[in-house]
């Protein structure tokens, strides 16, 4: 479906979520959360109530809203924006919300950015702000809705090879090609442009934690998994904060200084080396 535009004023907004639901949420966050001291300088402990790991496990467990246990650690570590290891509600919120599996993907929005931030994060398994060969094949996969995401399985590591070449990130050194680690701001372009398709079904829950009506709280959430039409659609006016020269591209430099470093590179002659840069 394309729109002609975004009227939306923030990621909130175009996401369609309600005061009410917020309320829910943070009753939900409040039955698993504990009360930590944050900033232990001061004289007086200020508590804030934080979900670690294992409280963040047991609250999907609880409403079964992933179905691949596998899969627990890396919402949390894309969900945990600051990397302090544990998450209060407002980053909580916003993960939650972006991956809600009703949450739209409109590519050069409010949603379409932030959504892919968390991809980004989601698949970036070593949490080195690059996504190596091993995690983009995990990453093309899954846009392409194979049957397996193992980066080790052939057809995977072809049908990524080929995407790497088609979007400029291989480059030949005699018998060997070098893959260039991608950073978010190449992730961004690469999506936003439609270059990198299917990214509307990543980073998605299997049922909403956050729409869920309060009547239904005890219940078994739904698992079937409802992928979001992506839309393609330009805001009005561009988001100030949307600029992908943030955090997630801070070796790059703004024009006019320092040259950036270069990319690191990789072997690709044999799988066991794939992550080596």
Do not use: W
């Amino acid at each position: 479906v394309e729109l002609p535009n975004s009227s939306s004023k923030s990621f909130f907004e175009e996401a369609k979520i309600s005061d009410g639901e917020v309320e829910e949420l943070r009753k939900r966050f409040l039955q698993f959360a504990r009360k930590v001291n944050k900033d232990k300088h001061l004289a007086s402990p200020q508590l804030t109530d934080v979900l670690f790991l294992d409280d963040f496990v047991h609250m999907l467990e609880h409403y079964n809203v992933v179905n691949n246990p596998a899969k627990y650690e890396a919402y949390f570590s894309a969900i945990d924006r600051n990397k302090d290891g544990f998450l209060g509600f407002d980053e909580f919120l916003r993960g939650v919300c972006a991956a809600d599996p009703k949450t739209v993907h409109i590519l050069n929005s409010f949603t379409g950015y932030e959504r892919g931030q968390y991809i980004f994060d989601f698949y970036d398994a070593n949490r080195s702000k690059t996504l190596e060969f091993t995690e983009f094949a995990r990453l093309v996969a899954d846009c392409a809705s194979m049957k397996t995401n193992d980066p080790t399985n052939e057809k995977v590591r072809s049908t990524a090879l080929a995407k790497a070449k088609e979007l400029d990130m291989l480059g030949d050194a005699g018998n060997l090609l070098h893959f260039s680690c991608v950073k978010f701001k190449k992730f961004y372009e690469c999506m936003q442009s439609e270059k990198l398709r299917g990214t509307s079904r990543l980073f998605r829950f299997n049922a909403s934690l956050i729409r869920l009506r309060p009547s239904d709280s005890s219940l078994k959430a739904d698992l079937a998994l409802e992928t979001p039409t992506t839309v393609r659609s330009r805001p009005t006016t561009s988001p100030r904060s949307h600029s992908v020269d943030g955090d997630h591209d801070d070796d790059d430099t703004s024009e006019g200084g320092e040259p950036p470093l270069k990319e690191p590179s990789m072997r690709l002659g044999d799988i066991q080396h794939d992550d080596s840069v």
